[in-house]
């Protein structure tokens, strides 16, 4: 499995804000994949104007 | 199991940089601009596809490209059968495979219509980035974040990758690098015939800084290591090749 990490437009809900912890942790999870071939295991991220 | 923050911020310490800063750099700087998992704003968009790095070291050009109407898309390196990057060609094709892996995962679930890729290739990535422009028609243009492709070592891997084709090569590339870095070489971009290269030099910037590092380097001095220059930062054209 391989983590997608994906930044789009989108519109703003009332979602929490990620925090920089939040991408650190993430990194973590990126490692804990441990050999390529990605499945559908995909986080999204997103950014609003 | 100590928790992935802890181990991040103690690896950066080691490395010299302040803790003090360190730690209210993370009180005070702690939002960004992202937010999980929101309701994608459906139209059609360019699509960047970035290769190598973290979600952490691309998270402010993921984050600024997004606000402009480009779909991001990164996936984290890994090797073919280990966890372990594999650093040859067989790293290259698992690097473009898992990239197009992530491309139409994410065309499947965002129900998207690409029509263009632009390609951001940082170190390793920068010819990963070539190897898949030149087998993929809807690639536009790359950006290469001091790719190996600036390097002996990148045209090195290029020349003996089965997929390489110089004649495929039409779109233009961007290599931003550091001229006083000496493992740099710039000879491969003569050879690219059919395309326009744009040639940055920026001087002092290191190669760990084309990321969020080099951001918060600015808030943190010596964020990796007293080594690290950290003056200007001024970016200048260095050479121009059309």
Known sequence: MIQVNVWYPAILKSEPVFTFKNYIELEGKEDQKNISKAQNDSTSLHFFK | M???????????????????????????????????????????????????????????????????????IHVPYKGYLQNQFDVNTVGMETQIRDIEFALFSTIKKLDLSVKSIGLVGYSFGGQSAVGLAVRNPLVKGIVSLDGGIGSDFGPYLLEHFPFFNLEKLTMPIMHLYNPHDKGGNLNWFDKTIYNHNYLIGLDHMEHDFFGTFGWMDRHVPHLLGKSYSRVGHTPRLYRKQV
């Open chain 2, 2 to 72: 100590i928790p992935r923050v802890s181990i991040f911020l103690n690896n950066l310490i080691n490395g010299g940089a302040d803790s003090l800063m360190l730690v209210s750099f993370f009180k005070e700087q702690n939002k960004t601009k992202a937010f999980h998992k929101a309701t994608f704003l459906k139209k059609e968009y360019p699509v960047v596809l970035m290769m190598h790095g973290s979600a952490f070291q691309y998270l402010l050009l993921g984050q600024f490209l997004a606000s402009h109407g480009i779909v991001v």
